[in-house]
């Protein structure tokens, strides 16, 4: 009952929003939501990546714009493995509804804020603020009467907030929570670099070609009892329309970080994975381990990754692609030695083709692989039957470094009933190799003692199965 109040109260302000933001932007009978420099979560925001520096909406005074994401799925998903480690028992059924809050305020002529709040998602039960920056696209607010200002700000784009990282293109692609109309399958890719970090960001754009620097102070949770290093990210690239028919976009990105505080560039994604409860063991909680079909290479302490994306639509038919070189090491492993460092992989490659009269249809496929050297491990064999308190060590293991890698193939197609409601339905399949390293610190321990690797789960690893989602976006 007491969530039940949560979630009405929710809806009940989300209303009252909706109907003052109605009221203020009702003109001549016409409801006008549209910002300046936006990309739109709706179906207009497909395939678009930064906000452009085309000025197409007119600035007539502050305005306010509520909007929101909600995403709903079946799943029907198996899983096996080597039988090392039991798998929990799972079944076709609906997944958490999930629910975003988005507002948006143009307070000036080229200033525009944003703040995005998770409602539903699957690693917190209770609403809380994913991120927000203020954006900066001119400077006419300042009444500077300055030519060069002007000159500069026609190329520039200033972002300043808590908020997510401008490092490579894959991220513009990806479901964020509830917000799936973007992403034309199910899940996100196996490395799913995603953080939220306090930063700034200057963007230059002109004629096709871009150029981003970033700065961010390497936190995802921000305080001052905690130290690290500040991160470096950038991105350079070209997008060009050719002809009616033709777009090409190629971008190289790059994030480093020497000595991170608390963020992960792979791990910073709190919403979740849409692949609820597979390869996972009895009894675990889908709250608190949400990261099913993900590999997180546990660079905590220091990170160099680069990305490379390659972008081409003809007419209907569209290819993207990303090649990921990841470097770094846990805050473990500097310490042991600052000098070594682990490599992680990734190849991410998307075929999809889109057809009606606003291309409201698409089919689809997607390759993913990720591959690289996960870190040593040890730990303890415990004797569950002697009780806390008491020396119930038993014994203990290690792994050293090993070779592991995780594949992906998914099928979808998608029909978006409004430019604000898509459904999709797919299929996806998911393999591990090289997880047969991790089976002796399992299969090894004393009669009656438990422990081992986590890992050994995935030995002979795989998941496969259908998932239809529900999409709106507004």
Known sequence: MKNLYKITGVFALLLTMLAGNVMAQKINGVFDRDMQYMRYNDQRGVNVFETTKEDTVGFDGMKVRVGADFALQMQGLGHSNSGAVALAEIHPGVNLPTANLNIDAQLADGVRVHLQTYLSSRHHNDAWVMGGYLQIDNLNFLNLNSQLADNLMDVLTIKIGQMELNYGDQHFRRTNNAYALGNAFMGNTIMDAFATEMAMEVMAQKNGFLAVGGLSNG???????????????????????????????????????????????????????????????????????????????????????????????????????????????????????????????????????????????????????????????????????????????????????????????????????????????????????GYDVYNASVTGAPEGAVGGSVDAIYEDGKFNGFMIEAAISF
């Not at 070209?238 to 971008?251: E, H, W």
């Not at 460092?341 to 390759?367: D, H, M, P, S």
């Not at 008491?390 to 293991?397: A, R």
């Open 219 to 433: 936190k995802l949770n921000q305080g001052v009892t905690s130290t690290g290093n500040w991160s470096v990210y950038g991105k350079i690239g070209v997008d060009k329309q050719i002809n009616d028919d033709l777009r090409a976009r190629l971008t190289g990105s790059v994030y480093h970080n020497s000595n991170l505080a608390n963020s992960n560039l792979y791990a910073g994604d709190r919403a979740g994975s849409r692949f609820y409860s597979v390869m996972d063991v009895p009894g675990h909680s889908p709250t608190s381990s949400f990261r099913n079909g993900r590999v997180n290479p546990d660079f905590t302490g220091n990170i160099t990754a680069f990305m490379i994306n390659p972008f081409v639509k003809f007419k209907g038919l569209e290819f993207f692609g990303t090649y990921e070189v990841s470097n770094g090491a846990s805050k473990g492993e500097m310490a042991a030695d600052n000098s070594e460092t682990r490599q992680w992989n990734q190849l991410n490659a998307e075929l999809i083709y889109r057809f009606g009269k606003n291309e409201q249809f698409y089919v689809g496929g997607k390759y993913n692989t990720a591959w690289g050297t996960n870190s040593a491990q040890s730990g303890n064999y415990i004797d569950p039957t002697i009780p806390d308190g008491q020396n119930n060590v038993v014994g203990t293991w290690d792994v050293a470094q090993a070779s592991v890698r995780q594949n992906r193939v998914e099928v979808a197609a998608g029909w978006y009933m409004t430019r604000n409601v898509m459904m999709k339905a797919g299929y996806v399949m998911q393999t591990y190799e």
